[in-house]
């Protein structure tokens, strides 16, 4: 009887064990899958956008002759922002192929160079004493260009099905020979705001607008948020009202991120009319997202500080305050500042509420404070998704990449923060 008793108890231990091992492989396979589906994103983000860190382009002699330029009185500032810069890159290009004469193969000789390449001419006779001298420089070439340069366009396709035609490929083929043409740092990729031709668009001032943002959104939530946990945790009273406090805050950090924006929609800029598209809004709308995150990080960190501390300082005749903020506080605060950064890590890939207040506007200028007309580093890749231009598809990874380094950037800090200050009782 003993015996068969053991042998069920044998069997059924046999089951169990069978079933731990099932759990674990499952639970490999799991990890296994994610890890790969992790590495299969990344690599496709990688290799699709590491071609924005670099562009091509031309090099072209520049005759700064004033009458091509249309200045006739240097003391003049208004000619010298509306001169001509065009038309001296033009005639560049026609001293450089004069056996393009046709008004149709002109034309086609003109965009091979980037539409927006007078800006960088202009930005270049910002030293006036380069007027009428004979100058050397490398212009952005043509996003079409920049394809053909990258292996983006199939050259064995018939001309009809191909966006560069064959005397466009011929003129390519020739400065890339003549060593006029080459594949640069786009250093206009980190230098430029945005812009509807892919070779001038950068990502300087969506990074700026997302800096003016996080600040504003660091300096109203973690005082505020570190303040309501204190007082939640130390000194409130355990009653009906801070119960229903305390479950609202935990039903906030679960609330989808777009009620956020229609609030700041509703309340900030309809009510209080505050201006649309700028980092002051931005900020505020995160904050308001973030603040339950750093309340319940914080209050967390509050109560890993064991009970024998405060029960110390209170015997050696410390305050309540003197005990919460000499003694508790810093012993709390490595774990509060790795929820807040935590929290401006979400707050910095939100994209849904700053739509609801404007930041999804095509923005040229650079933001040089918290009120001027800005958009954000996720709200200009969404911007850039959908754009049609192949090129464009290089720099919203490439614009991802960065997002991702600087997102890596900031949970690591969080937890070399964590592992240098922390505490184990």
Not at 19 to 28: D, H, M, S, V, Y
Request: proline content about 5%.
């Amino acid at each position: 009887m003993s015996r068969s008793t053991i042998d069920i108890v044998n069997r059924n231990l046999a089951k169990r064990y069978a079933k731990e091992k099932r759990f674990r492989l499952f639970g490999l396979v799991s990890i296994l899958a994610g890890l790969a589906a992790l590495c299969f994103l990344m690599v496709t983000i990688v290799s699709t956008g590491w071609g924005a860190f670099t562009q091509s382009y031309i090099q072209l002699t520049l005759d700064l002759d004033p009458e091509v330029l249309s200045i006739s009185d240097p003391q003049d500032d208004d000619q010298w922002s509306y001169a001509n810069y065009t038309g001296v890159i033009k005639k560049s290009l026609r001293e450089r192929f004069p056996d393009v004469t046709s008004r149709r193969d002109k034309k086609r000789l003109y965009r091979i160079v980037s539409p927006g390449a007078g800006y960088q001419v202009n930005q270049l006779m910002q030293d006036r004493s380069l007027l009428g001298q004979t100058v050397t420089v490398w212009l952005p070439a043509d996003d079409d260009v920049d394809s053909v340069i990258k292996g983006h366009i199939d050259r064995s396709l018939p001309e009809n099905e191909r966006r560069v035609s064959d005397k466009k490929l011929s003129l390519i083929d020739e400065l890339v020979n003549s060593g006029q043409l080459k594949r640069k740092f786009n250093n206009i990729f980190f230098t430029a705001g945005d812009s509807s031709e892919p070779e001038q668009a950068g990502i300087k001032g969506a990074m700026l607008g997302s800096f003016f943002t996080l600040i504003v959104a660091l300096l109203l939530s973690f005082p505020i948020g570190v303040a309501a946990a204190i007082y939640l945790e130390e000194f409130a009273p355990k009653n009906a009202w801070t119960d229903f406090i305390e479950v609202n805050i935990n039903n906030l950090a679960a609330v989808p991120s777009i009620v956020f924006g229609l609030l700041g929609l509703a309340v900030f800029l309809n009510w209080f009319g505050l201006p649309r598209s700028v980092p002051l809004v931005g900020g505020i709308v995160l904050t308001l997202m973030t603040l339950p995150t750093i309340i319940i990080s914080s209050r967390v960190a509050l109560k890993s500080v064991p009970p024998s501390i405060r029960e110390a300082a209170l015997g050696l005749g410390a305050s309540k305050m003197q005990t919460i903020f000499d003694h508790v506080l810093p012993l709390a605060l490595p774990g509060m500042l790795t929820g807040g950064i935590i929290g401006m890590a979400q707050a910095l890939g939100e994209t849904a509420p700053l739509l609801m207040i404007g930041m999804v506007a095509f923005i040229v200028d650079i933001p040089g404070s918290f009120t001027d007309p800005a958009t954000v580093l996720p709200v200009q890749i969404f911007l850039w998704s959908d754009s049609p231009e192949r090129a464009f598809v290089e720099r919203t990874s490439g614009a991802i990449m960065v997002l991702l380094m600087f997102l890596i950037l900031m949970n690591s800090i969080a937890v070399l923060l964590r592992k240098r200050f922390e505490r184990r009782w």
